[in-house]
């Protein structure tokens, strides 16, 4: 096994968690079969993964599905909180004036 700088991958895709999901994304890549794409001289996939992200050879895009998906959960949490509120008591509706 390697060892790497984490603060180095951590700056290279742009934090921790970013680096979670791209090393967990990748590691399925190679678990299926895809070839690395830089040669490396451990067995350890992580390893592999680690020095492709920092030679530049992979990086996580964001898929604008995923985006979506959370602009409309927010708008169904509002509805739900909108009539939540209606429900109780304490909800008095803005007058037209």
């Known amino acids: 096994m390697e060892r790497f700088d984490m603060e180095e991958l951590y700056q290279k895709v742009g934090g921790i968690f970013r680096l979670t999901v791209l090393v967990q994304k990748r590691l399925k890549q190679l678990n299926s079969g895809a070839r690395p794409l830089v040669k490396a ?5 992580k390893d592999t993964v680690y020095k492709e992200i920092l030679e530049g050879k992979i990086q996580l895009v964001a898929d604008e599905s995923d985006v979506v998906e959370v602009q409309e959960r927010k708008a169904t949490d509002a509805v739900k909180d909108m009539f939540s509120k209606a429900k109780s008591n304490n909800f008095k509706l803005p007058s037209l004036k």
């Open 41 to 45: 001289e451990s067995k350890n996939l």
